[in-house]
C-alpha cells in the first residue's frame, strides 16, 4: 500500500471507529431529575411493586418541564426482587425506620422510566447488582410516610442514577393490598451520555488521523 493508501485507511478506520467509541463513552453525562406523585404500592410473594406518575423533570441545562394539572409527563416503575429472609420479620412490623426498614433482594429487579411527553427521556435498568432495594418508614398522627430507596444500573451493569421514591399510608404498611394515595414524591436521578461529549471525541479522532496522515507524508 503506498503512502496516499496509507492515510485514506487510518482515516477511514477513525471514522469507524467513533460510532464505537461513542457508544462505549459513558464517562461524561448529565443528571436528569424527575420528581414523582400518585403513587400506587403492592406486594405479592414478597415482590414489592411501586408505579408513580411523573410530573416534572429538571434537565441539566437547568430547563423544567411541568406537566398540566390533571395530567402527567409519564410514570415511572419499580419492581424489587423477594424480601430478603433476614428482614421478614421487620417487614410484618411494618418496615419502619427504628426496626431497620426493610430489604428486598436486587434480583429479578427492574426500573422503568415511561415518557408520554416530548422532551421527557425514557430509561430502562436495573437495580444495582450486589444492593437492595430498602423500604423504610416513619409514623405520626396515624399516617406513616414510606421511602423506597434503590441505586440503579444500565443492563450492562454500569451505576447510572438512584431512585427515593415517598408515598404514605394509613398505619403501617404490611403488604397486603394496593395503596393509592395522592400524598406521594420523590426523586430520581438519571445519568445519561452527553451528546457533545460524544461529537468532541468525533473530532479528536478525525484530527489524529490528519497527524498521522502528516507523519506518513514526510516519511
Known sequence: ??????????VALAVLAFPLAALADNTSSDIITWF??????????????????ITSVTLANNSTLTA???????????????????????????????????????????????????????WSGEVTPGTDVTLSGTCGHGECIYSVIASLSSSNGQVVGSTDL?????????????????????????TVPEPGTLGLLGVGLFCLAGVLRRKLVRS
Open 1 to 10: 500500500m503506498n503512502v496516499s493508501g496509507k492515510a485514506v485507511a487510518i
Open 36 to 53: 414523582n406523585t400518585d403513587a400506587t404500592v403492592s406486594t405479592a410473594g414478597g415482590v414489592l411493586s411501586l408505579t408513580t406518575a
Open 68 to 122: 398540566l394539572p390533571g395530567s402527567s409527563l409519564g410514570s415511572i416503575s419499580l419492581t424489587s426482587g423477594a424480601l430478603v429472609p433476614s428482614s421478614s420479620v421487620s417487614f410484618a412490623n411494618g418496615c419502619l425506620a427504628s426496626s431497620g426498614g426493610c430489604s428486598f433482594s436486587f434480583a429479578a429487579s427492574s426500573f422503568t422510566i415511561t415518557s408520554t411527553s416530548k422532551g421527557v427521556p425514557g
Open 166 to 190: 415517598t408515598f404514605s399510608t394509613i398505619g403501617k404498611f404490611k403488604g397486603g393490598s394496593s395503596i393509592t394515595t395522592s400524598r406521594a414524591g420523590g426523586l430520581t436521578n438519571i
